[in-house]
């Protein structure tokens, strides 16, 4: 069964440093997404994309965030300059056009020291 | 504003005994809502959907959940529990289904023999 995969499951950065985490969604989904959940608490919407756009972005995803469809496959989330408080647990999820159903990847957990 | 409200952050069963996880939601248009189920580690996985037909919704591993639009509620349940349903629960809503999902606390269900 096709699923979303992300990489690395665990990555551990410095205060300051830019950190790349990656998503490859299911291969015929056209709409992606990031979520983020942070340690003990619920899992937060940050931004949505669709025909190399975001479509939609919270207040959580400021200028330090940014996302790429580099190519037919990836789907990244990149942060600039980390901050202590980035330290979550990130999801990607990819649906199809006309499904209502968001297909989550395994999460990589973000750790900023 | 879409909303979740999940009553419970932990639920405490025993093998074999009804399980009942409670929603309510708030949206300001008909809404699709969702069950999903974290196991330890891993990520988010689809238990259940409403997308404005039936209102008794059956999911995999012998879940189910009923839309009350009158009580604004949407509560998951299961009439016999297993070991292995022990994982933490999200009850999640979107407008317009595809949109963005804004998520409960989630409820932790526990399962003791």
């Known amino acids: 069964e096709p699923e979303v995969t992300q990489t690395p499951s665990h990555q551990v950065t410095q205060m300051g440093q830019e950190v790349i985490l990656r998503c490859v969604p299911i291969s015929n989904h056209l709409y992606f997404y990031w979520y983020r959940q942070i340690l003990g608490q619920k899992v937060e919407f940050l931004v949505s994309f669709y025909n190399n756009e975001i479509s939609e972005k919270s207040e959580i995803f400021d200028d330090q965030f940014s996302v790429e469809r580099p190519d037919g496959s990836n789907f990244t989330l990149k942060i600039r300059s980390t901050k202590l408080e980035d330290s979550a647990m990130y999801f990607c999820?990819?649906?199809?056009?006309?499904?209502?159903?968001?297909?989550f990847g395994p999460g990589t957990r973000l750790t900023v020291t | 504003a879409q909303s979740v409200t999940q009553l419970g952050s932990h639920v405490s069963v025993s093998e074999g005994a009804l399980v009942l996880l409670r929603c309510n939601y708030s949206s300001s248009v008909p809404p699709y809502l969702f069950w999903y189920v974290q196991y330890p580690n891993q990520g988010l996985q689809l238990l259940l959907k409403?997308?404005?037909?039936?209102?008794l919704v059956k999911g995999i591993n012998g879940f189910e959940a009923e839309f009350k639009k009158s009580e604004t509620s949407f509560h998951l349940t299961k009439p016999s529990a297993h070991m292995s349903d022990a994982a933490e629960y999200f009850c999640a809503v979107s407008e317009g289904g595809g949109n963005k999902l804004t998520f409960g606390t989630g409820t932790q269900l526990k399962v003791e023999l």
């Open positions: 999820a990819s649906r199809t056009s006309g499904s209502h159903e968001q297909y």
């Open positions: 409403y997308t404005s037909a039936a209102t």
